[in-house]
Nanobody, 123 residues
Framework: QVVLVESGGGLVQAGGSLRLSCAASGGTFPFYTMAWFRQAPGKERDFVAAISWSDGRTFSADSVKGRFTISRDNTKKTAYLQMNSLKPEDTAVYYC????????????????WGQGTQVTVSS
């Protein structure tokens, strides 16, 4: 019923930029919170950034503050993650997630997920 579709991933050199998009469709909208998580091979899924759909407040992980910016377009039902000054350590599969109620950075509390998009940052 609820479908999240990510796009915008790819291969980029260190220092470059990418913008990820997450388009939502179906189900009840808007969500209370939409967020981005990432997972590198063999590691846990980590929080990246979140945005409240109602008032636009944001929160980002310390590892990406000053480099990544989350935003949203209410009309398009789309969340974005602008990634600048990318580092090889940012290489991971990036997932969009949403929750209808609540404000959280815990991935296990998000019931709705996209399929993920690969971001690879080369040296």
């Amino acid at each position: 019923q609820v479908v999240l579709v990510e796009s915008g991933g790819g291969l980029v050199q260190a220092g470059g930029s990418l913008r990820l998009s997450c388009a939502a469709s179906g189900g009840t909208f808007p969500f209370y919170t939409m967020a981005w998580f990432r997972q590198a091979p063999g590691k846990e899924r980590d929080f990246v950034a979140a945005i409240s759909w109602s008032d636009g407040r944001t929160f980002s992980a310390d590892s990406v503050k000053g480099r990544f910016t989350i935003s949203r377009d209410n009309t398009k039902k789309t969340a974005y993650l602008q990634m600048n000054s990318l580092k090889p350590e940012d290489t991971a599969v990036y997932y969009c997630a949403a929750i209808k109620f609540g404000w959280t950075t815990s991935h296990n509390e998000y019931p709705y997920w996209g399929q993920g998009t690969q971001v690879t940052v080369s040296s």
